[in-house]
């Protein structure tokens, strides 16, 4: 799969699946623009994509709660390369596992002004970009398993993934006379920092259920974005990519 000469916005870039995208666009020639939440994560991420290829990539640290820092990482991606021609909305949160009698208002507003309000805020700024480009361009945005099949627990989470699934739709329609295709990204439980970091086992517990029984790994959902952004991919938009080692069939 080619990407050369495509610049691309990644949010979340820092770690995970974000990561392994940005890995992944810049091998396959594209530049990117890497946001994430200031810190040592995002400045090794950089270091590790300019590593890959020369100049292949720029950090802008941003909160996507924040729409003015989000309108200033497509600013630099402008300034730097000239052009966009596609955005991966990654970036996302959990929230704390609890049960949906236990969970106070304050920690639903948090996962929803991250992952619905913050992905909304990218996904409309590169839109206007892209529009206003006039050249088309490719959005993927990344949803869940849990969208369509929730865990207990996450009840936050699995809210916003599902109103994002849906979001998708609405926007491949809208933008379609504009050559922009939109689709989502559906990963089942994957191999993540995020994952590992619930404890307990819990990303074993849940390979276990799957019928291919192993989680996925973030370089597979990675090429799925890569060829969404291609080239190889004209005609797909409003689809659902989904890669979860069966979780939803099972």
Known sequence: MDLTGKTIVITGAASGIGRATADACVAAGANVVATDLPGAKLDAAVAALGAMRQGAAIGVAADIRDGTKVAAVFDRAAERYGRL?????????????????????????????????????????????????????????????????????????????GALQTLVHSLALELAPHRIRVNALIPGTTNTELVQSLGGGYGERMAKSFPLGELVEPGELAQLVVFAMSDLAPHMTGSHLKIDSGRLIA
């Open 85 to 161: 021609d596609g955005v991966f909305a990654n970036a996302g949160i959990t929230g704390t596992r609890m049960p949906a009698g236990e969970i106070d208002f304050e920690t639903w507003k948090h996962v929803i002004d991250v992952n619905l309000h913050g992905t909304f805020r990218t996904a409309s700024e590169g839109t206007r970009r892209l529009i206003a480009q006039g050249k088309g361009g490719s959005i993927v945005i990344s949803g869940s398993s849990q969208g369509l099949r929730p865990v207990p627990g996450f009840i936050a989470y699995a809210a916003t993934k």
